[in-house]
């Protein structure tokens, strides 16, 4: 590969790996996991470039379809395993910030996914849709089921 599209790459990289690692943390529960699927992202991106297009969601949205197929995987395979480790619980400064990320952990994966790509990185249900490969009426009804899981996790700590 040219120099020009090894720095292409990179500041690729660059822009978007914090993002698609931070969305990874709420889909996983063990960290050191999440660092390997996301560079596996990036590094599945690097491999197939041509299997993007920008007709059909902007990099972002692909580069977040491709980490959540690999968790999906993971879960998948993590499921099957007898010997599964426990879960990490990851943090944040301040007491609001660890019970919150206590009460996101409490969800179902899928609801803290579809949560995360719409509350925190702001994607349309037209773009959720497109990340998630689910109808827009699917997105909806479980953001709605994420909310309402959501507020009554909170409420019990409360």
Excluded: C
């Excluded at 902007?58 to 395979?77: E, M, Q, S, T």
């Excluded at 579809?114 to 009804?141: C, F, K, N, Q």
């Amino acid at each position: 590969m040219p120099d020009d599209q090894a720095l292409t790459f990179e500041a690729l990289y660059n822009t978007h790996f914090v993002r698609v690692r931070n969305f990874l943390r709420i889909y996983l529960a063990d960290a050191s996991v999440v660092e390997d699927i996301a560079q596996d992202t990036f590094l599945q991106f690097w491999q197939s470039p041509s299997r993007f297009n920008p007709d059909r969601a902007n990099l972002r949205a692909y580069l977040f379809g491709i980490a959540r197929k690999k968790a999906a995987d993971w879960w998948r395979h993590r499921e099957k395993s007898a010997d599964s480790v426990a879960a990490e619980t990851v943090t944040q400064g301040g007491a609001t910030a660890v019970l919150m990320n206590d009460a996101l952990r409490q969800l179902n994966p899928d609801f803290r996914n579809v949560l995360w790509l719409r509350e925190v990185e702001g994607y349309s249900y037209d773009e959720l849709a497109g990340i998630l490969a689910l109808p827009v009426g699917t997105v909806r009804s479980r953001l709605f089921a994420a909310r309402e899981q959501l507020r009554r996790v909170w409420n019990m700590r409360q």
